[in-house]
């Protein structure tokens, strides 16, 4: 089982996978793993994670 993100932005609930498939698309760092950051995939709020 897959841990689900929660935007505290809007409250969207996505898997980490799903975000930086959507949002995260053009950043070097989602790619390479080396990001502690989420972006939601709904209202593109980043925050930690």
């Known amino acids: 089982m897959k841990e689900l993100l929660v ?10 996978s799903y975000g930086r498939t ?5 950043c070097r760092y989602s790619v390479t793993g080396s990001c502690n ?3 939601c995939p ?7 994670i």
């Open 7 to 16: 935007c505290p932005n809007c409250g969207f609930q996505f898997e980490i």
């Open 22 to 26: 959507f949002a995260c698309g053009g």
């Open 37 to 39: 950051m989420a972006k």
């Open 42 to 48: 709904r209202c593109r709020y980043e925050f930690n």
